[in-house]
C-alpha cells in the first residue's frame, strides 16, 4: 500500500477499537478492488462522537464506521438517518452524499444477509428467540421482524428493555422466558456472554438446545464461543458472528 496526495482516507471510530477487525476488512476491499483508499481506527471515547463525525466533512473523509459507544450521539450529528438508523437511535456508518452526511445502520441487514448468502437460511417462517436486548439486539429483531419470522421472543435480564426491543418486530415481536428457547428454530445470542471466554461465561442452559435447531452467536472473539461449542455438542446447528460483521 502507497500513500500518496490523492489517498482517500476512511476510517472507524470507537472506544475501545484498537482491536477492530475493521481496518483489516476495508483495507483489505480497497486492495481487492484496486482502490487508492486507505482506512484507519480512531480512539474516540463517550462524549466525542458528533466532533469526530463534524470531522467527515471537515477533512473529506471518505466515509466513518461507528462502534461502542458511539452509535446513539453520531445519529443526532449527521443530517440525514436511514428509515433502519432512526428506528433504532443508532448509526453504525456515516456515508458523506455530496455535502449531506448520511446516518446508516447495516447491522440488521448484515445479520440477514450472513444467514441468507452464507448459510442458506432464511428467517421467513421461523420462529425466533433472541437474548440480549441492546444496540446489536435491537437491530437483529427489527431485521427479523422485517424478513418475515413468525415470532420474534426477546429474553433479555431487564424485563422493561426487552419490552421496548419486541416492539422493533411488529406484529411478530413479544417478551418471553429463557424456556422459548427449548422451542425455537433459530436462537440469537445478542448478550456479549461468552466475550471473555470460559464455559462459565453462556448466556443460556445449553441443554435446552438440540438437533434441528439454529445457533447464532453474534459474539465473534473468541472464535468458536463457549455458547458455540456448547450448542454443538447438544446437536444444534451453530453459527459464528463473524458473517454479520463482514455484511
Ligand atoms: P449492549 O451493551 O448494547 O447490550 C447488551 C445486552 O446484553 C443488553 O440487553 C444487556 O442486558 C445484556 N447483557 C449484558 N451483559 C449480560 C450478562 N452478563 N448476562 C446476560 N445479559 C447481559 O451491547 P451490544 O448490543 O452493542 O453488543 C452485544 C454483543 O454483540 C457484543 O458482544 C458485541 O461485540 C456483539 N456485536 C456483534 C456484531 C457482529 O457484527 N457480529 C455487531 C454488533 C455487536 P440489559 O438490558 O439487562 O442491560
Redesign the pocket.
Known sequence: MSISGGTRLAAVIGSPVKHSLSPAIHNAAFAARGLDWTFVAFDVPSGGGAAAVAGVRALGLGGLSV??PL?AEAATAVDVLSDDARALGAV?CVVPDASILRGENT?GA??VD?LRIDEGVDPAGLRCVV?????????VIRALGGAGAVAVLVV???PS??AD?ALLAGDAGAVADVSAVNDADLVV???????RGGPD?L?VDPGRFHAGQIVMD????PAGTPLLAAAGVWGARTIA???????
Open positions: 462502534t461502542m452509535k453504525n447491522d448484515g445479520f450472513a437474548l440480549g436486548a441492546g444496540g446489536a439486539a435491537r437491530a433479555n435480564r431487564t428493555n426487552a426491543a445470542n445478542a448478550t456479549p456472554a461468552g466475550m461465561h448466556p453474534l459474539v465473534y472473539r458472528g463473524d458473517g454479520m460483521l463482514v455484511y
